[in-house]
Structures are given as C-alpha cells and as structure tokens.
C-alpha cells in the first residue's frame, strides 16, 4: 500500500512562502491522480490543489496564484509551493493520492483520493 510523509510547514510571517513536500513510498505517482487538503482549525477539511498524472492541475479559487502543486514523478515527490502567505492559511496540510491507475474525474473531492498523509502544520502570523 502507498504511504504518503509530509514535510516542510513552518511558521512564518505573512507574506512569506513555503514549500510542502510530500513522498510517495510503496508505489509510483505516476498513473495516479494526487493533492493537496488543509484543514484549519475547526473548519473542514478543504481540497487545496490537484495534479493528474499528466501535469493537468486544479485550484481551489483560494489558492489560484498563490500556490503551486507540481510533483517529480522519479522521486515520487508531490510538491506545494505556497507564496504570499495570509494568516488564513494557516491549517494542517495533508496530500493525498488516489488508487492506481485513476481514470476518474479530476476534482478536490476527499472522497476519490485513498491514501492521506499525517499532515505538515502551517502557521502564518
């Protein structure tokens, strides 16, 4: 089974930036449909950004132009880059990555991803 570790949230001030990495161990990120959640607390968990095997990418309306998911698929590495931080992004951020091979709709639905991460804090003061 696919395990997903995070890594790279931090503290910083608003304005600055970030960047989230997520490894992919016991599979291959290609052929699969894979994501970026965050969850602020006590709120929902919320889809961040999504990147199909091919390189297409969806934005939540948020997150357009601020943030960036690309991924390397030889180092089965998922990556968010997070700019001009604002202190409402502040949450727990999770990537996600659905089964294999994925031939379903392209969407931030939690739903059609199968395997989590534990999350990576991000606090923007």
């Known amino acids: 089974h696919a395990q997903l570790v995070e890594s790279g949230g931090g503290s910083v001030q608003a304005g600055g930036s970030l960047t989230l990495a997520c490894d992919l161990n016991?599979?291959?990120?290609?052929?699969?449909?894979l994501a970026w959640f965050r969850q602020a607390p006590g709120k929902e968990r919320e889809g961040v950004a999504c990147?199909?095997?091919?390189?297409?990418?969806v934005y939540e309306d948020s997150a357009k132009g601020r943030l960036t998911i690309s991924k390397e698929n030889g180092k089965n590495t998922l990556y968010l880059q997070l700019n001009s931080l604002k202190p409402e992004d502040t949450a727990m951020y999770y990537c996600?990555?659905?089964?294999?091979?994925?031939?379903?709709?392209?969407?931030?639905?939690?739903?059609?991803?199968?395997?989590w991460g534990q999350g990576t804090q991000v606090t923007v003061s």
């Open positions: 996600a990555a659905s089964h294999y091979p994925y031939g379903g709709v392209i969407a931030l639905t939690a739903t059609l991803y199968r395997y």
């Open positions: 016991g599979g291959s990120m290609s052929g699969r449909l």
């Open positions: 990147i199909t095997s091919a390189g297409t990418t």
